[in-house]
């Protein structure tokens, strides 16, 4: 879905629709000066503009991945992640209410 | 010393920590000193010295690490109120591989918030403080690090390279930073930012000590699934100090606009002495790197802003105490309170890049700009051995002078971030002093030729 509407600048609307996106709540008096740093760093951007990349593959990364695969065999378990959940019950995470 | 028993460990390690507890106040370097542990380790490493075993390679010296690789046991807070008490479970490797080596985690040096900027000011623990002059930076990311061995509070540290941030803060400092050649170097237990261009960096205080504790870090690693399997060499067999015939181009993009005539000056003189010391040097031109600043900003805000969706506050980190709210709002205030500006808008600029839309005209055109990049490196390389530029395009600056103005702070980028889009292996080393400030060489080379860097630095470094 094309949540923003095709332009290349950031409207107000817009941070408001990124910031939810990101789960970034922003305080009202951020809000202009993030807008604008926002848009003078796209405005940046823009120099990409300038070059044709047609017919040219992306590199998304730089040496030739290979799947990396390993015996289906138990490895040592990080029993100590539990100990660092911030509010547990038991064994379990306690999220907040999804609906 | 160590090893002949002149000096014993503890002596020694009491010694760091007392400069550290002396000078930390003032400098920054450290959010945490893992004092209790260090002492018990230099103990214990008294008995195995005494007892006769095999000794490691770092027997018995201080690594300061940075706060973004996990340390059993230790916070790694990656300067962030977000993970301001995380204490991980688990050793990265290359924490793991320098124990096994007997070296001693010192310490857990600041840093920009998760290594996002370059001047170690973007700290939910305050700025860095450049040792050599209190009222600039530090250089960053890794500034906690490189202040940290420049002021001698460790002796080796680790930093992690994105876009600079250990080449930056090394030339700062007047340090040695290496970014090694990507998947050379185990990432496990780095706390991923732009994880297709970041890498676990030496800075250090010469070259024999970037190259010792390369050799500690680097090799396959199967927690890892983009280490690279390659035989590992023994870098220190590199520290040569001859490089007649070495072919070096002079990148003439790195001289551009926004680099200070000095900083270029400088470097041209240390070109004409590495001619004197037999290279020989040609001009070359790159002309896509005018694109590789954009592109890699791009890249690295979308990446961040995948890398960091994670920190939801509720299997460990930041997370607020209200019960009242439902789980997106909870989300979003536990990212309000715990993510810093510069994360905040690194994040939400990387959900515009990525965004239905906007996808192919931001992110994969800089994926396709970093294939022509690379490309032209893999051309420059079939001629030179390696290609040379400054690390930083300006002097240290003060401290505050470009915090607001987060523009300005990418561009100290320019000449860093061409080595992460393209893999490429890259050292700073000490060139010069102008006004008591350093100027950092940059030498790079083709993907796993660190022993041509460790060459030429070498030789640089016993000549100057």
């Known amino acids: 879905v094309n949540i923003l509407k095709k332009k290349n600048t950031i409207s107000k609307k817009d941070i408001k629709k990124l910031a939810w996106l990101s789960r970034i709540e922003l305080l009202a008096k951020d809000e202009d000066i993030i807008l604008k740093q926002l848009n003078q760093i796209l405005e940046y951007f823009k120099k990409i503009d300038e070059i044709d990349v047609k017919n040219v593959e992306p590199c998304y990364h730089v040496i030739d991945l290979i799947n990396v695969m390993r015996k289906d065999k138990q490895q040592p378990s990080l029993d100590k992640i539990i100990e660092i959940i911030p509010q547990k019950k038991a064994r379990y995470v306690k999220s907040p209410r999804i609906i | 010393m160590i090893k002949n028993e002149e000096l014993k460990v503890e002596e020694y390690i009491e010694f760091i920590i007392n400069r550290i507890k002396t000078v930390n106040n003032k400098i920054n370097a450290f959010i945490t000193i893992n004092e209790k542990p260090s002492l018990k380790k230099a103990k214990e490493l008294d008995k195995k010295i005494k007892s006769g075993k095999k000794l490691g390679k770092l027997i018995g010296i201080p690594v300061a690490v940075k706060d973004n690789i996990c340390t059993q046991g230790i916070k790694t807070t990656c300067a962030s109120r977000m993970l301001e008490n995380f204490i991980p479970p688990y050793d990265a490797t290359v924490i793991s591989s320098i124990k096994k080596e007997d070296g001693i985690i010192i310490g857990k040096t600041n840093l920009d918030e998760f290594a996002m900027g370059s001047s170690t000011e973007y700290s939910y623990f305050g700025a860095t403080v450049n040792p050599l002059n209190y009222k600039l930076v530090a250089g960053g990311s890794s500034g906690g690090s490189a202040a940290a061995v420049r002021a001698s509070m460790a002796t080796l540290a680790l930093g992690s390279d994105t876009g600079g941030s250990v080449r930056c803060p090394a030339s700062f400092c007047s340090l040695v930073g290496l970014k090694p050649t990507y998947g050379s170097v185990s990432r496990y237990g780095l706390i991923s930012y732009a994880n297709s261009l970041e890498q676990i960096s030496p800075i250090t205080k010469d070259v024999h000590d970037s190259a010792l504790l390369f050799n500690c870090i680097s090799g396959y690693d199967p927690l890892d699934s983009t280490s690279v399997n390659k035989n590992n060499k023994d870098y220190k067999k590199y520290l040569l100090k001859d490089i007649n015939g070495i072919k070096i181009g002079i990148v003439k993009e790195f001289f551009g606009e926004g ?146 103005n987060p523009l300005v702070m990418y561009m100290c980028d320019v000449d860093t971030v061409p080595a992460n889009l393209t893999g490429i292996p890259s050292i700073s080393i000490p060139c010069s002093f102008y006004n008591n400030l350093p100027i950092g060489l940059q030498i790079m080379a083709s993907p796993f030729r660190e022993d041509l860097l460790f060459r030429i630095a070498n030789t640089y470094e016993h000549n100057k």
Do not use: C
Request: aromatic share 16%; net charge positive.
């Open chain 2, 259 to 404: 680099t200070q005539d000095l900083v270029s000056k400088n470097i041209w003189d240390a070109v004409f002495k590495l001619e004197d010391l037999g290279a020989k040097y040609e001009e070359t031109s790159l002309p896509n790197l005018e694109y590789a600043l954009p592109s890699y900003y791009i890249i690295a805000m979308s990446e961040a802003s995948s890398n960091l969706a994670r920190y939801d506050g509720l299997r460990y980190g930041f997370r607020i105490q209200d019960r009242s709210y439902n789980w997106h709002t909870i989300f979003s205030k536990d990212r309000k309170l715990g993510f810093g500006q510069e994360v905040k808008r690194r994040i939400i600029l990387g959900s515009f890049t990525l965004s239905s839309g906007y996808y192919d005209e931001y992110y994969l055109k800089a994926q396709k700009i970093r294939t022509l990049i690379k490309k032209e490196f893999d051309k420059a390389f079939a001629k030179f051995d390696a290609l040379i530029g400054p690390t930083m395009p300006i002097l240290p600056f003060k401290i505050g002078e470009k915090v607001q």
